[in-house]
């Protein structure tokens, strides 16, 4: 019996990464219900398994007295002659470990035993998972579809599924089962049925942690990216930022003919990725923010964090944007609300001088952007 069940216990922690000493302590606590089960108490019970044998015993902590009459209680009390043959220089008064025998519990008692081993086995499988992804939650794994659950897709990763809600889903997007995605883990709950784990694929994160895996350069910290701008399944803008001067933060994450950036828009479906240079200059950034459109002057607020921007005539509804996104995601990627307007719309507005916009553009070069149109 010892010998099976350390093969049991050998098993049990490679497949279900459970450790044995949790599952010795399991088999410590059941012998014990078990015992309270059988004598109606477990105060003075106590349960010993051998790590290395698998031999287990139950030894109740009795008190000696002086005959067999004295005995009021079985199982907390021993007259000295029984034990004598237990230790013998015990002295009334004294206390003494004596063997309980398990073959003696009833069937109820070993059912309930046998029961408390498996719920502990469940709760520490439960708690492995949780555990195991929960370290995941903020980061972006691979998925197999399994199904769809009314409008939810469950997602099988690995050891547990995660649920895909509608929410989190790309409008467009369509999946079948068996496809492989990749998704970010957006939070993790234990619950008293196993993990609860939440994914997502419209989370401006997850376009972030692809670039993370596959540039090297974002991996050891040369570029860094600074700030991201998603509207999922369409665009996202991405501002990025070298460490090391030699290196140009917007062809690393591109790579060699496309090959990195291409690479994540295959994982997003098509979804489309700018990639702009950071500077701490908000003007500029500004103009990198509204690529492609060709910028003539910017005056950023930096207090108010507010922009007023000058483009062509012929660039305003490319700056702008098919019903707004550029430049509603060059505001949400620089944090500056920004007013866009073409050269006549500008000149056009009451109190407006152009000289003067340019010349007050041009004083504080922390505050303000100029370049001259092309043509």
């Known amino acids: 019996m010892a010998s099976e069940l350390i093969e049991a216990l050998n098993i049990l922690e490679k497949e279900k990464d459970i450790s044995r000493e949790t599952l010795y302590e399991a088999i410590e606590g059941s012998l014990k219900i078990a015992c309270k089960n059988h004598f109606g108490k477990d105060d003075n019970i106590n349960v010993v398994v051998d790590r290395e044998t698998g031999d287990f015993a139950c030894y109740a902590t009795k008190t000696v007295v002086e005959t067999r009459d004295d005995v009021m209680d079985e199982l907390e009390e021993i007259c000295h002659d029984d034990a004598m043959g237990i230790k013998k220089d015990v002295k009334v008064g004294d206390t003494v470990e004596v063997e309980v025998k398990s073959k003696e519990f009833g069937r109820i008692a070993v059912t309930i035993a046998k029961n408390v081993i498996l719920q502990k086995i469940r709760e520490e499988?439960?708690?492995?998972?949780?555990?195991?992804?929960?370290?995941?939650?903020?980061?972006?794994?691979?998925?197999?579809?399994?199904?769809?659950?009314?409008?939810?897709?469950?997602?099988?990763?690995?050891?547990?599924?995660?649920?895909?809600?509608?929410?989190?889903?790309?409008?467009?997007?369509?999946?079948?089962?068996?496809?492989?995605?990749?998704?970010?883990?957006?939070?993790?709950?234990?619950?008293?049925?196993?993990?609860?784990?939440?994914?997502?694929?419209?989370?401006?994160?997850?376009?972030?942690?692809?670039?993370?895996?596959?540039?090297?350069?974002?991996?050891?910290?040369t570029v860094e990216i600074k700030s991201i701008a998603r509207e999922a399944g369409s665009r996202t803008k991405m501002a990025v930022w070298s460490n090391n001067p030699n290196v140009d933060p917007v062809g690393?994450?591109?790579?060699?003919?496309?090959?990195?950036?291409?690479?994540?828009?295959?994982?997003?479906?098509?979804?489309?990725?700018?990639?702009?240079?950071?500077?701490?200059?908000?003007?500029?950034?500004?103009?990198?923010?509204?690529?492609?459109?060709?910028?003539?002057?910017?005056?950023?607020?930096?207090?108010?964090?507010?922009?007023?921007?000058?483009?062509?005539?012929?660039?305003?509804?490319?700056?702008?944007?098919?019903?707004?996104?550029?430049?509603?995601?060059?505001?949400?990627?620089?944090?500056?609300?920004?007013?866009?307007?073409?050269?006549?719309?500008?000149?056009?507005?009451?109190?407006?001088?152009?000289?003067?916009?340019?010349?007050?553009?041009?004083?504080?070069?922390?505050?303000?952007?100029?370049?001259?149109?092309?043509?």
């Not at 499988?125 to 972006?140: G, L, P, S, T």
């Not at 809600?165 to 995605?181: A, C, L, M, W, Y």
């Not at 505001?331 to 001088?353: H, M, N, V, W």
Request: glycine content about 6%; aromatic content about 8%.
């Open 125 to 221: 499988e439960r708690n492995v998972i949780y555990n195991q992804y929960n370290d995941k939650e903020k980061k972006v794994v691979t998925g197999i579809v399994q199904r769809y659950v009314g409008k939810n897709i469950a997602i099988n990763l690995g050891k547990a599924d995660a649920i895909l809600n509608e929410s989190e889903q790309v409008k467009g997007e369509r999946f079948k089962p068996t496809d492989r995605i990749k998704v970010y883990i957006v939070e993790v709950k234990n619950t008293p049925k196993g993990p609860r784990i939440l994914v997502s694929r419209t989370h401006p994160e997850l376009v972030k942690k692809l670039f993370e895996q596959e540039v090297a350069e974002i991996q050891d910290g």
């Open 252 to 375: 690393a994450c591109v790579g060699m003919n496309g090959a990195r950036v291409n690479s994540i828009v295959d994982e997003l479906r098509g979804e489309k990725v700018d990639i702009i240079n950071w500077d701490e200059n908000p003007g500029n950034l500004i103009q990198n923010a509204l690529s492609p459109a060709k910028i003539v002057a910017v005056f950023a607020d930096p207090d108010e964090k507010t922009a007023k921007v000058v483009v062509p005539d012929y660039q305003l509804s490319l700056a702008i944007g098919k019903e707004g996104q550029n430049a509603r995601l060059a505001a949400r990627l620089t944090g500056y609300k920004i007013d866009i307007k073409s050269e006549t719309q500008a000149k056009d507005a009451p109190g407006f001088r152009y000289e003067d916009y340019i010349d007050e553009f041009e004083d504080d070069e922390e505050e303000y952007y100029e370049e001259g149109s092309e043509e």
